[in-house]
């Protein structure tokens, strides 16, 4: 039997990644919106500020798959699934919807990050082949 304090540890965990990857959407969203305005101040704001909350997310997702590991009795694979057999079934549809829900939400925020990349990596090679006149340089590939 799963201790209520571990269930509640779980779930406390799951929604603070949960809350973490929201305001990582709209941090990623914002960094979207200052590159395409060429603000660079903002970019770099906010590239701090993703940059901090990726760390903290690291964080928070470490510790679950301790505690999930812990408490699925050291499952290492489907740990959350074996989780969920453990549990009464209102408590393990919770976990399963709790999951989804955060893989839903790291999701879009990888596909918006993947958008963002290719959006300064576009504008970095417009900005190189202007100050270039598009003339390859001397070490240019052939």
Do not use: W
Request: with cysteine.
């Amino acid at each position: 039997m799963i201790a209520a304090a571990d269930a509640m540890a779980l779930l406390d965990g799951l929604r603070q990644e949960r809350d973490g990857f929201a305001r990582m959407r709209a941090l990623l969203q914002a960094h979207f919106d200052a590159a395409l305005k060429h603000d660079s101040e903002r970019v770099r704001v906010s590239a701090e500020r993703i940059t901090a909350l990726t760390e903290r997310l690291d964080a928070l997702c470490s510790q679950r798959q301790r505690l999930v590991q812990r408490l699925s009795g050291g499952a290492t694979r489907d740990a959350h699934e074996s989780l969920a057999l453990r549990l009464p079934a209102k408590a393990a549809d919770l976990l399963r919807e709790q999951m989804r829900e955060l893989q839903a939400l790291v999701g879009e925020c990888k596909r918006l990050n993947v958008r963002n990349c290719e959006l300064v990596v576009g504008q970095q090679d417009i900005m190189a082949r202007v100050l270039n006149d598009g003339v390859p340089g001397t070490y240019a590939p052939a």
